[in-house]
């Protein structure tokens, strides 16, 4: 009987040590994965900022591309003229 005394007070306060809210392994396991998750939104957050930088960049220069390429129509629509001139 003493021997099963013995045992539960062990398990007990390991139970106790396990769960205390200050430095129990399941406080501590716990805070880690919270810090997990919050390094994980850091993250998120990090990428959809520079993706959001790099689709202002994408978009600028399709904008410049576009008006290059509506300068090279209007000289080809210039050239035509002039050899339709010459004939």
């Known amino acids: 009987l003493y021997i099963k005394q013995g045992k539960i007070l ?11 809210e200050e430095s129990g392994y399941l406080t501590i396991i716990s805070d880690n994965y919270q810090d997990i998750v919050d390094n994980t939104y850091d993250s998120i957050s990090q990428e959809e900022d520079r993706l959001t930088k790099k689709e202002a960049s994408l978009v600028r220069k399709y904008a410049a591309l576009e008006a290059v390429l509506t300068e090279y129509e209007g000289i080809n629509s210039e050239l035509e003229y002039q050899i339709s001139q010459l004939d």
């Open 10 to 20: 062990e398990t007990m306060e390991s139970l106790k040590q396990m769960t205390s």
